[in-house]
């Protein structure tokens, strides 16, 4: 089973990350902003990775280092539990609409952490979360996860759709690229020989 456990605490922030990329898409997560424990569950339910989490951060001034230094904490779980990256497909891509919003992601497990970004939002905020977080999130987790990243709404007006299928659109790609190549198990998927 390929799983990590990550605890990360600074003065802004105290988290723990537990995943198993083999799962089941289990989830308990508890960062103290509710739409962003939304989408971690989101990310682990369709990605079908089990994942708990819990951040104890500083939301009195905002949620934004609780959103980043949780990506941060995931992406380095990532980085832990897929290890040398034996056998897995390595790439990932999915196109998914929800209502009104379509948002295509496509990855790479590379270790070259990039990330393109083209989605706007409507609205600065859903409810309380600002939007803008949602790229913080990514940004954090496709660095410490060492994944090349590319997310772009191509349609959507409400928010919550948008970021909700970003989330969505980003998992389903990642479970994909997690995967056992049935027909290259035992080599890491790149000409170098590693990555
Ligand atoms: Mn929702």
Not at 9 to 37: C, H, P, R, W
Not at 91 to 105: K, N, T
Not at 113 to 131: A, R
């Amino acid at each position: 089973m390929r799983r990590a456990t990550v605890t990360r605490k600074t003065a802004e922030t105290d988290i723990s990350v537990e995943i198993n990329l083999d799962g089941t898409g289990m989830y308990d997560n508890q960062t103290g902003v509710g739409f962003f424990d939304h989408m971690l569950d989101q990310l682990a339910r369709h990605a079908l990775i089990d994942m708990t989490i819990r951040c104890a951060g500083d939301l009195h001034i905002d949620d934004h280092h609780t959103v980043e230094d949780v990506g941060i904490a995931l992406g380095q779980a990532l980085t832990q539990a897929v290890g040398d990256k034996r056998g897995i497909v390595r790439y990932g891509a999915c196109l998914l609409p929800m209502d009104d919003a379509l948002v295509r992601a496509a990855l790479d497990l590379s270790a070259r952490p990039y990330l393109v970004w083209k989605v706007d939002f409507p609205t600065p905020q859903i409810k309380t979360f600002d939007t803008e977080l949602v790229r913080e999130f990514f940004q954090a987790f496709s660095t410490h996860g060492g994944i090349t990243l590319h997310v772009e709404a191509l349609d959507g007006i409400n928010s919550h759709h948008i970021a909700e299928a970003a989330f969505k659109a980003v998992a389903r790609a990642l479970r994909d690229a997690l995967e056992t190549d049935p027909r290259k198990a035992d080599a890491i998927p790149s000409t170098k020989g590693m990555l």
